[in-house]
Every structure is written in C-alpha cells, then in structure tokens.
C-alpha cells in the first residue's frame, strides 16, 4: 500500500504579519505581539500537520532568530529548518538542532524562493553544510529543480532528502504546459528515488493543485505555506491543515 503523504507546513507567512506591525519588537511584550508563529505551529500540530518548515533569511524579513530557538522547544514534530547555505545560518542550525535542514538559494531582492539550488555549480558549499550538519546529526534536504544533473549531484554529495521545486508546475496551472511541468517532476522523482533519495515536494501548492501534484511517485513530504496561511483566514489553522491533509491523501 502506499504511504500516505505528509504534510510539512510553512509558518513563514504568519510571521510575515507580525513583522508588518511589530517588527523589532520582544515578543514578550505583554501579549500584544500577534500572530506568533510558534502558536501557528502548534495548533497546526494539533491538526495533523506531520512537520512544521521555517525558513530564517538572511535579511530576517519574516522569521527571526528566537522564532527558530522557542520552535525547537515547543513543538514535538520535526523541525525543518529552511536555509541558505551560508556559514551564519551552518551556525545556528548546528545550535538548534533541527530533525532536517533545507538549503534553498537566496537572492535579496526576491519575493520568495524563485528557483531551486544549483548543486552542480555550488557543490563545494554544499558538501561543507552536509559535513557539518552530519557532525550534528541532522539530516540535508536540497531543494532543487527536477533536473538530472541536480538530482544525481545531491545524491553523490549524500543528501537524504531532495525537495523537488513545484513552482513551474504551480506556474503553468491552466496553460498547455501543465502536463509537460508535471512529467518533469514525475520523472525527477523517480530519478531521485532510484538514487536512493527520499523525495519531498513544495513551492506553489494550492488547494486546487494538490490534486495533480499528488501524482508525483515517490512523494515523502509536502512542503506547503502560503494557501494553508491563507485559507487559514477564513477557517482557522486547524481546519486550513486538515483540509489539505485530507485532499493530499483521499
Ligand atoms: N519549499 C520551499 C523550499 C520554499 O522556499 C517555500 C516557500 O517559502 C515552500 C516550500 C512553500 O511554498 P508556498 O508558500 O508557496 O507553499
């Protein structure tokens, strides 16, 4: 029998609304401080979500550094700890302890994650946030286009996980590519998984999507943030979670 998905959940999204009003400020200040991620994650906990994903950027636009340390303390599913492959970011990760930290390319004038990790080109840095994240005994996870080369790269540097980039899939929703971006990303995780990689998927994944996204072979994890934040609006966390779990697995 299959195995059912799981759903990683991104709370980047609910910070993203703190930081609109309150950036800079302890989060301790009275309760004021709202939302806060770590209550985000709890309650999405509560609801079935299998693990919760932030991603510390370099310019701290939305997660802040004693977002990651309260998270680590408070929830009791993995943490997967979004980040570049920076030294900074090798730094904190080796302190907090993450179950899996995913190296993502960061660019500062990006809105979001654009593009998945050139493992070819930055194979050296790679290998270094592998090693000292071996040392630390916490898995790697690369996000990476579905792309033959990047696939076998994150294999030889001995990633366990790779996190194939859905954003083109996401893109082409609607449009005469759809099956064309949908094949690349079945056929780059059967790649993946004949390498002996476990295969997570995300970027893009929407309520409407999932239903073709979960078509991918091999999936282990679905990374999903910004639909489950904001259909949260109307429903709440709780129900945000467990409808997505629901159409991932039906
Ligand atoms: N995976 C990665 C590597 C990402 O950078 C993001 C976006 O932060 C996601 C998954 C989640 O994407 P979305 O917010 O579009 O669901």
Redesign the pocket.
Known sequence: MKSPILLGV?I??SATVRQARYRGQPSARGGMVEPDPVAVALEAQRSGADAI?M?LREDRRHIVDSDVYRMKEFIQVPLNL?MAATEEMTKIAAEVRPATV?L?PEGRTEV??EGGLDVVAHRARVADVIAAMKEAGIAVSL?IDAQSEQIDASAELGAQYV?LHTGNFAHAWDSPELEAELNVLKEGAVRAHEAGLKVNA????NYTNIRRAREIPWLHEM?????IISRALFTGIGAAVREMKALMNP
């Open positions: 991104n980047d999204h994903t991603h979004e995913l993502v979001t994650t996000f996190e995300g970027h893009g994944i990374n999903i943030g910004h639909s």
